[in-house]
């Protein structure tokens, strides 16, 4: 897993599916976290995860997606 030192996510495809990490999902609003959340995330060792580098999604969107997905893991 990537070092959460700064905020550079990763996609969900390059997350390992049986991790010993706890896993706590945050969806972001539409215009994105502040660069405080995001500071405060990587302070936590956060590691930033996207669903897709070129696909915008709606937050509900995002959030059924994330729980379908990560349910598969």
Known sequence: MPSASKYNPISLLDVPYHSPRPLALFVGPEGDFSESEKQLFVDK???PVILSYN???RVETAAITLLSVTGLM
Do not use: D, F, I
């Open 45 to 47: 060792k956060g590691v």
């Open 55 to 57: 696909t915008r999604l």
